[in-house]
């Protein structure tokens, strides 16, 4: 048996990123995380935490990519102002949502409304009016925003919570379009019913293709509203990996994912998707997990 020391010989910034480097090859590909690290590692990622001021900081240092150890994004308010001022100057006598802005900085849309509170104020610190009354949303921005609340909550969302955050779109709207808010869910509702599901057959076919085949296989990444729904709703609108919850903490974002990576040419059927949060989307990469 060969025994092996289960710390560094020292603690040089050298020999530090040395085993940081050493983490990240010996995974091969596979996405590396903080838990990872220190299941791996002969040092613990605190250490490098505090010797180089940040986990993002000693990952640079060894340049690793995102693409192998994705960065937490800590937002500003002042990278939100920056961003909006550049908007409005770049788009004199455009409305400026909080969705634009999202998509400018690389965001999830509701991420700047959850950390800062409401985009009305937000506005008002640049200068900047809200969305002028009487927009015509469309029947899929109505709905999208029913999903958004309907997650957020893990419930039916009522008539008051339309006033106010993570909801995008006003009670004016529903009446407007349907005649009353249980009109609009039920048309929701029908939405969700009617659309259809591809076969789960599909997704059979395609993990039994190799991998180098199975990427050729064209499918559109993005899912239909009415297939997040069901995927949403039978997993109780929490992450099946960690059970975090939006309607238990507001800072959870939760994503569908596909269990057979898109990139490798996975399904948008229900049986390949699940509901996972941020942190553990993140974590997961295009791995191919065993769900059996």
Avoid at 70 to 91: C, G, H, K, Y
Avoid at 118 to 147: H, M, Q, S
Avoid at 247 to 255: Q, Y
């Amino acid at each position: 048996m060969k025994f092996e020391l289960t710390t560094l010989d020292e603690y040089t910034d050298e020999a530090l990123i040395s085993e940081l480097q050493r983490v990240a090859q010996a995974l091969e590909g596979q996405r590396l995380t903080r838990q990872k690290f220190d299941s791996l590692a002969r040092v613990h990622s605190s250490t490098l935490h505090n010797r180089f001021g940040s986990w993002a900081r000693a990952l640079d240092k060894a340049r690793i990519s995102d693409s192998v150890a994705p960065r937490v994004r800590v937002l500003s308010r002042d990278e939100v102002l920056q961003a909006l001022r550049e908007f409005a100057a770049e788009n004199p006598g455009q409305s400026t949502t909080e969705k634009v802005i999202c998509e400018r900085l690389g965001l999830y849309r509701g991420a700047v409304i959850r950390r800062f509170g409401k985009w009305e104020a937000i506005l008002a610190e640049v200068g900047l009016a809200t969305v002028p009354l009487g927009r015509r949303y469309t029947d899929e921005e109505c709905f999208e925003n029913i999903l958004r609340l309907w997650t957020h909550y893990g419930r039916q969302p009522n008539f008051g919570e339309l006033k106010r955050p993570p909801s995008e779109v006003g009670p004016k709207a529903y009446i407007r379009r349907w005649g009353g808010w249980r009109a609009a869910l039920s048309a929701f509702v029908r939405q969700v019913n009617e659309t259809a599901t591809p076969s789960a057959e599909v997704i059979q076919l395609t993990a039994a293709l190799p991998v180098a085949n199975s990427t050729a296989v064209s499918v559109p990444r993005s899912i239909t509203l009415a297939l997040r729904y069901r995927v949403l709703a039978r997993d109780k609108f929490r992450c099946v990996i960690c059970g975090a919850s939006p309607a238990k903490d507001g800072s959870v974002e939760l994503h569908v994912d596909h269990i057979f990576p898109w990139s490798r040419g996975g399904q948008n059927v229900e049986e390949n998707l699940r509901s996972l949060c941020f942190k553990c989307n993140l974590g997961k990469g295009a791995l191919i997990e065993d769900v059996r």
